[in-house]
């Protein structure tokens, strides 16, 4: 096993047809994994499919139900671009 951050990215979507939307959600994916790397978190890259930029809400859509702490990732992740920490929505599989 590699001791560094993986990275495997999910699906990057974005509404609008804004250029910068795509290197903010690589910004944001890469902070995220750069923190489940620091707490030894190696599964959260499989379990996330897609990051949405959608009108500044971060959407992440999982593939199975995040544990304790792993949503936390992405408000931080999504804060450290000026944006609301308000503004993240997760989807959990059904």
Request: charge should be negative; proline fraction near 7%.
């Amino acid at each position: 096993m590699s001791n560094q951050p993986t990275t495997d990215y999910p699906l990057f979507s974005f509404s609008g047809e804004e250029a910068s939307r795509r290197p903010r959600l690589e910004r944001v994916w890469q902070d995220v994994i750069t923190q489940a790397h620091h707490y030894g978190n190696t599964r959260l890259p499989e379990w996330v499919a897609e990051l949405r930029d959608h009108k500044g809400i971060l959407e992440v859509h999982w593939l199975e139900k995040p544990a304790v702490g792993e949503k936390d990732f992405f408000t931080k992740a999504w804060a450290n671009q000026s944006e609301p920490a308000s503004c993240v929505k997760h989807y959990l599989p059904s």
